[in-house]
Nanobody, 123 residues
Framework: QVQLVESGGGLVQAGGSLRLSCAAS????????MAWFRQAPGKEREFVAA???????DYSDSVKGRFTISRDNFKNTVYLQMNSLKPEDTAVYYC?????????????????WGQGTQVTVSS
């Protein structure tokens, strides 16, 4: 059983930065792809970024150039560095993992999810 624990959320002004972390336990073969999703109030959960163990990455168009996903394979931890934050980035951010390569931009195939961490960007 994989457990994911996110941290690093908070309140930041527009233009500021935050770094999210997600520590995974019980990964064995289950965490080949580690990813971030987000869900704003009243909206569906949307893809943010994904990164495979071998280094392939994917970003949503809305965060490309501002957010960077990285991971420490020894620690089974994935990070999301968020720069130039905008009020529309406000959401609960979720970490998720899947045992195989991602499908670009897709929410399908992720079988473990964290509880989420709130990110609020004030204008």
């Amino acid at each position: 059983q994989v457990q994911l624990v996110e941290s690093g959320g908070g309140l930041v002004q527009a233009g500021g930065s935050l770094r999210l972390s997600c520590a995974a336990s019980g990964c064995t073969f289950s965490c080949y792809t580690m990813a971030w999703f987000r869900q704003a109030p009243g909206k569906e959960r949307e893809f943010v970024a994904a990164l495979t163990r071998s280094g392939s990455s994917d970003y949503s168009d809305s965060v490309k150039g501002r957010f960077t996903i990285s991971r420490d394979n020894f620690k089974n931890t994935v990070y999301l560095q968020m720069n130039s934050l905008k009020p529309e980035d406000t959401a609960v951010y979720y970490c998720a993992v899947r045992p195989d390569a991602f499908s670009r931009g897709s929410r399908q195939g992720y079988n473990y999810w964290g509880q989420g961490t709130q990110v609020t960007v004030s204008s």
